[in-house]
């Protein structure tokens, strides 16, 4: 018996993801809560002939503490899309508040909950969850994931573009580290299951890493101002909540890229943090999954003198990323 929650499922992340997380036959009951529409997305997936039955929410009456009771496991999609010209500063400014009152929300309704945050930016976003869960004396490291599953699949997907066989992009997988914005994402292309071809040249190399990079700019261009990569966001969303429910169900040998607080596997963060010669709190590294969450933090491997680099590149970014998110719930204002 699985209850699986999203945090902002009217929305353009929100509803498609809903739909796949209504198709996933291990979730029984599947809670929807938004500002707007949610009893009306409710409804029409209700409708759909899979075990989970549907319930949506509005604010009015204590709708986000009814929709997390008994959750088990809590996704958060909610926010505004980046739009052409946007910072994700700016997105911080305006979601990072929304993000703080859902933690809020979690920490007293649904304290155990496995909680995904899929709200960008989420270097800052997953930090502000911490601190929040923190506050209410509920902070389990091994329970909060920032999902970076769409540059995971990205990366796939390109990869097997170059290769000429789309066919393969299922069975592509490639690390991706660091974090999930611009240069802080890493994708580690030596680690390919399928290697890259040996022909590959160096300036063919560093399109394919800065287009995984900046994959995202490609989508807001394409919708010309009418949106981001929500679809492929709740593609990911929704694969990375699957391994999460089969890991917690007791299937063995599930693992992912993820963004995680350190302290989750303090042995395996303490050997990542002396890789990395930083002393972050959090980074996305391949986690193995299991019951409690998260089971072991693995550390990067081998890497290229390019990979090295990035890693280099990444670090500054991500470390500012993070106090960003971790300031805003210690400031006094709030």
Do not use: C, W
Request: proline letters at 7%; a neutral charge.
């Amino acid at each position: 018996m699985v209850k699986a929650v999203v945090l902002g499922a009217a929305g353009g992340i929100g509803q498609p993801l809903s739909l796949l997380l209504k198709a996933n036959p291990l979730i029984t009951e599947l809670g929807l809560f938004d500002i707007v529409n949610t009893p009306g997305v409710a409804a029409d997936l209700s409708h759909i002939s899979t075990p989970a039955k549907v319930v949506g929410y509005l604010p009015p009456d204590d709708g986000l503490k009814k929709v997390l009771t008994n959750a088990d496991v809590v996704v958060i999609p909610a926010g505004v899309p980046r739009k052409p010209g946007m910072t994700r500063d700016d997105l911080f400014k305006i979601n990072a508040g929304i993000v703080r009152d859902l933690a809020t929300g979690i920490a007293t309704a649904a304290p155990k909950a496995f909680i995904l945050v899929i709200s960008n930016p989420v270097n800052s976003t997953v930090p502000i969850v911490a601190e929040v869960l923190k506050k209410h004396g509920v902070f389990d490291p091994k329970r909060l994931f920032g999902v970076t599953t769409l540059d995971v699949v990205r990366a796939s997907t390109f990869v097997a573009e170059i290769l000429g066989d789309l066919s393969l992009s299922k069975s592509v997988a490639v690390p991706v580290v660091g974090g999930h914005s611009g240069v802080t994402i890493v994708p580690l292309l030596s680690q390919s299951s399928h290697p890259l071809p040996a022909n590959l040249t160096t300036d063919q190399y560093e399109a394919l890493v800065k287009r995984i990079q900046f994959g995202g700019d490609e989508v807001v261009k394409a919708k010309d101002g009418a949106g981001s990569a929500t679809l492929s966001m709740a593609y990911a969303g929704a694969e990375f909540a699957a391994k999460l429910i089969r890991a917690i169900g007791g299937e063995k040998g599930v693992s992912a890229p993820t963004f995680v607080n350190l302290s989750a596997d303090p042995s395996g963060g303490e050997a990542l943090k002396k890789e990395l010669g930083q002393d972050l709190d959090y980074f996305s590294t391949v986690v193995e999954l299991g019951p409690e969450g998260v089971a072991k933090i693995n550390t990067l491997g081998s890497l290229t003198d390019a990979e090295t680099a990035l890693v280099k590149a990444a670090i500054p970014e991500l470390a500012t990323n993070i106090q960003t998110g971790v300031s805003f719930i210690a400031s006094p204002k709030l």
